[in-house]
């Protein structure tokens, strides 16, 4: 009988939520999309285990399901053991991926990888280039490849916040922290793109970190394949919050309502909840508005997890659900922190901005 690794790393993980009478259900944004009992927590944690012990064949049809999720973490809030189905299925990718098992998406997403890396370095080159770092480096940034290559502006504004809270030149890390490598179930492809990472870092003082897919890349995914950071990677979000007193408030903020999205790997991941509000509440001069589910029940935007790329249908239902509510509660400024998902509401029709570029305008010199 083939067993593959998967079973025997997270056996416990996956007979609990096989056996489990699907409590979290209703927390997963893919099935709610979908309306599929198969795409539940249960029913991909339940063919993962399937596939990983040998009772169904390692085939699309059994292992498709492991990338229809967003990686949200919600179903783990709702879970009574803690269970973390996110990183078990990122894990049983990796299995799927190494037999030929993976959908065509995440397979272009890996052969794409060095075509991608080169966009990042030469998006990141174009910004420095019009204000080039004078004087010794005093931290490098990780922005996030999706901010340099989609939303060149944001990733120029967190560079201009970031050398302003350190208060000294910064330049931009060409490295990817090799999440979609992670995601699309490449595991050796993503090891490699971590040490890659760790050698440019070695030669910055400090590293900060804007998007917080590369920060929870770097403080919790990369030890899982045994590489370490030469520096312990800063949240820019976290110096912007010790540095709030220095926020002016922006009067087109104080004129409209400012609902805050919470990115998923912000807050389930990283537990930076009252942050991002404080800083919202300091620009705007009043507590920013929310969805109906908020904090450690806050919805995703169906941007994580590779999914517009696995199920763009899903992915774009679920940010369209999002949106809707938005309107529905009065509309307003859409906030988030957060490169796919600002990508992903805008790719909607939906004018959202994000928390990096309202610092750049509120942080006095």
């Not at 699309?60 to 996110?86: F, I, L, Q, S, V």
């Amino acid at each position: 009988m083939l067993r593959l690794p998967i079973v025997a790393t997270h056996k416990r993980a996956l007979e609990t939520c096989v056996y489990c009478p699907k409590l979290c259900r209703a927390a997963c944004p893919v099935s709610n999309a979908e309306a599929s009992e198969t795409v539940t927590p249960w029913g991909k944690m339940s063919l993962a285990y399937f596939v990983g012990r040998g009772d169904v064949p390692v085939e699309a049809e059994h292992t498709a399901p492991a990338w229809a999720c967003t990686g949200c973490h919600a179903c783990r809030e709702k879970c009574d053991h803690r269970n973390e189905p996110a990183t078990v299925l990122v894990e049983s990718r990796a299995d799927f991926f190494a037999r030929g098992a993976a959908p065509k998406g995440a397979f272009d997403v890996v052969t794409r990888a060095q075509e991608r890396a080169g966009e990042t370095a030469a998006a990141l080159d174009a910004i420095e280039a019009e204000a080039p770092p004078r004087g010794p480096v005093a931290a490098g940034v990780l922005v996030g490849c999706s901010y340099a290559r989609k939303n060149p502006a944001v990733a120029k504004d967190a560079l201009a916040v970031a050398a302003k809270l350190v208060g000294g030149p910064v330049r931009a890390i060409r490295s990817c922290c090799g999440l979609p490598s992670l995601h699309a179930g490449d595991r050796e492809g993503f090891r490699v793109a971590a040490e890659r990472l760790a050698a440019e870092v070695s030669e910055v003082p400090r590293l900060l970190v804007v998007d917080p897919g590369c920060a929870r890349a770097t403080r919790v995914e990369h030890a899982r394949v045994g590489v370490t950071l030469p520096r312990e990677p800063e949240l820019l979000l976290d110096l912007a919050h010790a540095a709030q007193d220095r926020l002016r408030v922006l009067p087109e903020l104080a004129e409209t309502t400012v609902r805050w999205h919470s990115p998923c790997q912000l807050g389930r991941g990283l537990g930076r909840y009252d942050e991002p509000r404080a800083l919202l509440a300091k620009m705007s001069g009043k507590e920013p508005a929310t969805f109906q589910r908020d904090r450690e029940h806050g919805e995703c935007s169906g941007a994580g997890g590779l999914l517009p790329v696995t199920r763009p249908r899903t992915s774009e239902a679920i940010a369209d659900a999002r949106i809707a509510e938005h309107k529905a509660r009065g509309g307003g400024l859409l906030v988030t922190a957060c490169a796919s998902s600002l990508r992903r509401f805008r790719s909607r029709g939906e004018e959202a901005e994000d928390l990096v570029s309202l610092l750049a305008r509120a942080l006095a010199p």
